[in-house]
């Protein structure tokens, strides 16, 4: 009874969660496997930010629960936002369900299991089933700090806050994550020191609104906010190659963060920058506190300190009252910026947020449509993009093994962009020159290229690996 399968769902923040849960049951003794069928226990760590989320999670676990029928050693957790989005009502739908576990509590779920399990034992429970525990808890953004030491992974993800402040008129995470909460500058700098020696060379720094960072735990120094030293304390730790994060806001994307960009080479050429909508309606609408001037200017700023910058963006279309006008500001802005990667989200209607109260809702017609042809941009630019980087040389950090093709390896540019090469293994972890030889939208093929000094300085030539 002690196989736990975890199955994730939405964003990065919810893969995190989802490794440090399984880190504290490793600990704990649970064997964490991949796969349901295998399973004792299945813990679905949800996602709230469009109905369509909720909906796939709630029929994976009708799904589990009718397999379960009568078998009564096998046990169904629920955990994250859906969870502290619809609490007990949860039942209704789904009253076989063993355990509820909401965003600040995920460092009980071990405790909760050896409950469950002991509960069964015993077949007279004496623990109030199922288990729900919902409730804030102070300091429960320092409890995600748990990584598996033996899986020295290159790119691994660090959560530096938690929760949301920004009362953006479509979201519902300020609901699911709560109140903004930073963690001590000095645990994250050890705990990235730590997977450093475990082999990892990049960092992705994680929070709903990372440019807050510290906002009340710190001040602001010479100028650079709490977020910018934090940036500059992990810039300094050796043998870390890259750090990335997200998701910063524009308004919080001031001129320190600009500069670090040009001060930090482990920042890369790359942000990804939610704009929402192109259209200066339709982020007052959304409670967006930034013009579309104020995001092209932003843009323009770290082009000038960074002119190969890549970006990617998220945007809604179709949210209520988005008029053809505005959608074409938004086409606009898209095609100005020539974003390389966008997450483009239909408009989905959340109870309890204050868009839902609007009268003006769009038709699913017209944000499938809007939908497509901005998905339709994307591949324009992507693809540009991408051929443009064709007959150059990139630096590499290699991730691993390729997804297709013996001997393939995978890595990303300095600007995120995916690339395929031929190479040992032994290549892992290492940053490498490729010279770039196709490019298709999501992904670039190369050669390794080796550098060696000439008379007139380093020169790069190609190593023939066949
Ligand atoms: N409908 C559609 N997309 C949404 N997002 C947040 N809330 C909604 C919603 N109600 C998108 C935003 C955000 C991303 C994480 O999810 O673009 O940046």
Do not use: W
């Not at 704009?275 to 409670?287: P, T």
């Not at 693809?383 to 950090?397: A, M, T, Y």
């Amino acid at each position: 009874m002690n196989r736990v399968y975890i199955k994730t769902y939405g964003c990065q923040m919810n893969e995190r969660d989802s490794e440090a849960v399984a880190g504290m049951l490793n600990e704990r003794g649970y064997v964490i496997v991949n796969s349901e069928e295998i399973a004792d226990i299945v813990l679905l760590n949800t996602c709230s930010i469009r109905d369509q989320s909720e909906q796939k999670a709630i029929g994976k676990a009708g799904q589990l629960l009718k397999h379960k029928g009568n078998k009564s050693q096998f046990l169904l957790g629920i955990l994250g936002c859906m969870a502290q989005n619809r609490g007990q009502a949860l039942l209704d739908s789904l009253p076989d369900l063993d355990l509820i576990v909401g965003t600040q509590k995920f460092h009980h779920t071990p405790d909760h299991l050896d409950a469950l399990i002991s509960s069964l034992d015993q077949k007279v429970s004496d623990v109030p089933l199922p288990i729900v525990d919902l409730d804030e808890e102070p300091d429960s953004q320092n409890t995600i700090r748990h990584h598996d030491p033996t899986n020295g992974r290159v790119s691994t993800f660090v959560s530096i806050m938690q929760g949301c402040d920004m009362n953006c008129s479509f979201c519902i995470v300020p609901k699911t994550r709560g109140a903004e909460r930073s963690r001590p500058m000095e645990q994250i700098v050890d705990e990235i020191h730590s997977i450093v020696d475990n082999g990892t060379r990049e960092v992705t720094l994680l929070g709903q609104i990372v440019t807050s960072y510290g906002k009340r735990e710190y001040p602001t120094l010479r100028g650079k906010t709490p977020f910018v030293q934090l940036l500059e304390k992990i810039h300094e730790i050796q043998g870390l190659h890259r750090i990335r994060f997200t998701s910063p806001h524009p308004l919080g994307f001031r001129k320190d963060l600009i500069t670090a960009f040009h001060e930090m080479p482990k920042l890369g050429e790359y942000a990804h920058l939610p704009v929402q909508s192109g259209s200066n309606q339709m982020l007052k609408a959304m409670n967006r506190p930034y013009s579309r001037e104020r995001y092209l200017k932003l843009i323009d700023s770290l082009r000038a300190v960074s002119p190969n910058m890549h970006f990617s963006t998220d945007i809604i279309v179709g949210f209520p009252g988005e008029t053809e006008d505005d959608f074409r500001q938004t086409k606009s802005l898209f095609k100005r910026v020539g974003f390389d990667m966008a997450f483009i989200f239909k408009y989905s209607e959340r109870t309890g947020t204050m868009a839902a109260e609007k009268s003006d809702q769009v038709s699913r017609e017209i944000k499938d449509s809007r939908n497509q042809e901005l998905l339709r941009i994307l591949e324009g630019h992507s693809l540009q993009r991408n051929r443009s980087l064709v007959g150059s040389i990139q630096e590499i950090l290699v991730e691993g093994p390729a997804r297709k093709g013996e001997g393939m390896l995978m890595g990303r540019t300095r600007g995120y962009r995916k690339v395929v090469f031929p190479g040992p293994p032994s290549m892992i972890g290492e940053l490498i020159n490729i010279h770039i030889k196709e490019a298709t939208v999501t992904v670039l093929k190369g050669v390794p290229a080796v550098s060696h000094s000439t008379a007139q300085g380093t020169a790069s030539t190609l190593v023939n690996l066949t």
